[in-house]
């Protein structure tokens, strides 16, 4: 399937690969999470990255993405598919420079929040 990947302080890059677990964990660098994004893409990050203490690499919301991740689509049945030419050109344009961190950015450090019931 086509992906396209964010590596850290780099561009963005179409790639294919095989849809295998094993694969996908690898292109983030160990266990992933899959944030679904509102436009039927997914962003396919490591879900312990800020905890692992992986690099800083972009924003996503309010939130900082640590490590490298991935873009895929969609499927109807929830299943990953091939990004289509437009969504690969949207989401080039919005990964395309790699972003600058402060020293200290309080959204790149893991939290947890703790309610009482």
Excluded: H, W
């Amino acid at each position: 399937m086509k992906i396209l990947k964010v590596e850290p302080g780099k561009a963005p890059y179409e790639k294919e690969i095989e849809d295998t677990l094993e694969n996908i964990q690898s292109e983030v660098g160990g266990c992933f999470e899959p944030v679904y994004l509102s436009d039927g893409v997914i962003l396919c990050c490591n879900d312990e990255g800020k905890l692992n203490g992986m690099e800083l690499n972009r924003r996503v919301g309010d939130d900082i993405i640590c490590g490298p991740f991935f873009l895929v689509g969609e499927g109807d049945d929830g299943e990953f598919r091939s990004l289509t030419e437009d969504e690969v050109k949207a989401y080039t344009e919005r990964f395309a420079k790699p972003e600058q961190f402060a020293d200290y950015e309080p959204d790149a450090q893991p939290r947890m929040e703790f309610y009482s019931l």
